[in-house]
Antibody
């Protein structure tokens, strides 16, 4: 079965960076884009960007350009998202999600809570 | 400020039918298909509807979706207490540097 398993919760200080991993299984990793979505406490879903696991090509939301980097390691079917220069506004749950193409985003990781606090 | 507009809340009693609306524009719902997601408290979103009105396997037929012009709707019939959750619409957007856009979410309360 399709699974996306994310790394555990993180606590970071303002100005630091965080790197979240998304380990996939149950499907052909390079065949489906991976998206990253942010959800601040009590708020809605916000699209951050996607990565094409086959080519490594990325597309970031304008809001996050320059501060977010998405990468992947095909050998271990894992995608990563790094956010730099964290502020308290970045306190949120970050989700990775698979894009099936025809069906759009279908499977989601369980989410990773990143808390930014001094 | 979400690109797609949803009512912040909706409610119904067990057995009732409720609908949740999602309003967009010509660059998203007007030209692309709509997905709906259910998010239970503390959980990841789950795909409920794709391509406007298609249900993934395992999603009960109590859930249905429709689209007309630049708006879409999710209908839930035979409301159950387990349906209490946040519901989000989503669509591709052709105009922004944010291909996937979401609604702000609708919190459904089962009274």
């Amino acid at each position: 079965q399709v699974q996306l398993v994310q790394s555990g919760a993180e606590v970071k200080k303002p100005g630091a960076s965080v790197k979240v991993s998304c380990k996939t299984s149950g499907y052909t990793f390079i065949a489906y884009y991976i998206h990253w979505v942010r959800q601040a406490p009590g708020q809605g879903l916000e699209w951050m960007g996607w990565i094409n696991p086959n080519t490594g090509a990325t597309n970031y939301a304008q809001k996050f350009q320059g501060r977010v980097t998405m990468t992947r390691d095909m050998s271990i079917t894992t995608a990563y998202m790094e956010v730099t220069r964290l502020t308290s506004d970045d306190t949120a749950v970050f989700f990775c999600a698979r894009d099936e193409g025809g069906r759009g985003i279908d499977y989601w990781g369980q989410g990773t809570l990143v808390t930014v606090s001094s | 400020q979400s690109v797609l507009t949803q009512p912040p809340s909706a409610s119904g009693t067990p057995g009732q039918r409720v609908t949740i609306s999602c309003s967009g524009s010509s660059s998203n719902i007007g030209t692309n298909t709509v997905n709906w997601y259910q998010q239970l408290p503390g959980m990841a979103p789950k795909l409920l509807i794709y391509k406007n009105n298609q249900r993934p396997s395992g999603v009960p037929d109590r859930f249905s979706g429709s689209k007309s012009g630049t708006s879409a709707s999710l209908a839930i019939s035979g409301l159950q207490s387990d349906d209490e959750a946040d519901y989000y619409c989503a669509a591709w957007d052709n105009s922004l540097n944010a291909p996937w856009v979401f609604g702000g979410g609708t919190k459904l309360t089962v009274l």
